[in-house]
């Protein structure tokens, strides 16, 4: 039998486990957007739902943003995506979105370019914003992407709301009294919508 040098063993266990270790690495990279805690009255509020937690690797499945025009809804852009990829069982458990679903979806690089144009250089209002923002800035490949200022509610609601266990978005919902449509795009960007102008108005 054909023995192969230790040394192409150790630069192949090198080539198969290099990508996953920079994955692991990418939440120590510096933020490319400014994190703020300012009010604002016109922004967009962003969610996605993905195929895993980790931007770069996973994908995202559906998009959900909402533009807030002095605290009013103005326009929304909603839809699935193609992530090219099997979607987990799991993923379908927690989001609904099915492999069916998306089969007939954009993929992501026929769409990035559409959601930049649709934020317009607006003030980005996120729930748990490092998530969100990793993942709109893993499009950088397909489109630029600007260095948005970016509120995270789960910062506004630690200093504003302080009757909550903790600031999940499920649990601020359920103490807002909001008709939430959990780990939907749409449905946590309305969520985070009340949140952010209840924070607003409590400060």
């Given at each position: 039998m054909d023995k192969r040098d230790p040394n192409q063993i150790i630069?192949?266990?090198?080539?198969?486990?290099r990508p996953p270790w920079r994955g692991r690495q990418a939440p120590a990279q510096p933020k490319k957007y400014k994190p703020?805690?300012?009010?604002?009255?016109?922004?967009?509020?962003?969610?996605?739902e993905?195929?895993?937690l980790k931007a770069g690797s996973?994908?995202?499945?559906?998009i959900g943003a909402v533009k807030y025009i002095g605290h009013n809804r103005e326009d929304t852009m909603y839809l699935l995506i193609n992530p090219e990829r099997h979607i987990s069982s799991t993923i379908t458990r927690i989001t609904g979105i099915t492999?069916?679903?998306?089969?007939?979806?954009?993929?992501?690089?026929e769409v990035a370019h559409e959601l930049i144009a649709f934020i317009e250089g607006l003030p980005i209002i996120a729930h748990n914003a490092p998530f969100d923002m990793g993942f709109l800035y893993a499009l950088e490949e397909i489109t630029p992407i600007p260095e948005y200022t970016v509120i995270d509610t789960v910062r506004l609601a630690r200093k504003a709301i302080t009757?909550?266990?903790?600031?999940?978005?499920?649990?601020?919902s359920a103490f807002l009294e909001l008709e939430h449509n959990a780990h939907d795009a749409l449905?946590?960007?309305l969520a985070t919508a009340a949140i952010y102008q209840f924070c607003v108005s409590r400060l």
């Amino acid at each position: 039998m054909d023995k192969r040098d230790p040394n192409q063993i150790i630069d192949q266990k090198l080539r198969e486990t290099r990508p996953p270790w920079r994955g692991r690495q990418a939440p120590a990279q510096p933020k490319k957007y400014k994190p703020s805690m300012k009010t604002v009255e016109n922004y967009v509020v962003l969610d996605f739902e993905t195929t895993g937690l980790k931007a770069g690797s996973d994908k995202i499945i559906q998009i959900g943003a909402v533009k807030y025009i002095g605290h009013n809804r103005e326009d929304t852009m909603y839809l699935l995506i193609n992530p090219e990829r099997h979607i987990s069982s799991t993923i379908t458990r927690i989001t609904g979105i099915t492999n069916a679903d998306v089969q007939e979806a954009p993929v992501i690089e026929e769409v990035a370019h559409e959601l930049i144009a649709f934020i317009e250089g607006l003030p980005i209002i996120a729930h748990n914003a490092p998530f969100d923002m990793g993942f709109l800035y893993a499009l950088e490949e397909i489109t630029p992407i600007p260095e948005y200022t970016v509120i995270d509610t789960v910062r506004l609601a630690r200093k504003a709301i302080t009757e909550t266990p903790n600031h999940k978005l499920t649990t601020l919902s359920a103490f807002l009294e909001l008709e939430h449509n959990a780990h939907d795009a749409l449905g946590d960007c309305l969520a985070t919508a009340a949140i952010y102008q209840f924070c607003v108005s409590r400060l």
